[in-house]
């Protein structure tokens, strides 16, 4: 998988914690929008492009990055807690 689509995970109430395999590129328009219960997202160094509403309504997820990478940069320009891990 390369990318992962608009609206995929959009409301996914069922959603705590997800691992983006290695390979993704890229994260779509509002692919995680809302999905409230989401609070730890793991991001591989390949994601390189994350739409700025990927993760709107999302207000206690925190990003685990595996260095300072585009997704770390993300989340400081959007005010999303990061950690590297």
Request: overall charge negative; hydrophobic content about 40%.
């Amino acid at each position: 998988m390369t990318s992962i689509g608009e609206c995929a995970f959009q409301f996914c109430d069922k959603l705590l914690g997800i691992n983006i395999p290695g390979g993704c590129t890229t994260i779509g328009a509002r692919a995680f929008a809302n999905s409230a219960r989401l609070t730890a997202v793991y991001m591989p160094d390949t994601v390189t492009s994350i739409a700025r509403d990927a993760f709107e309504g999302c207000a206690g997820v925190t990003f685990l990055c595996e260095s300072q990478n585009a997704a770390y940069q993300f989340a400081q320009a959007n005010g999303i807690a990061c950690r590297v891990e």
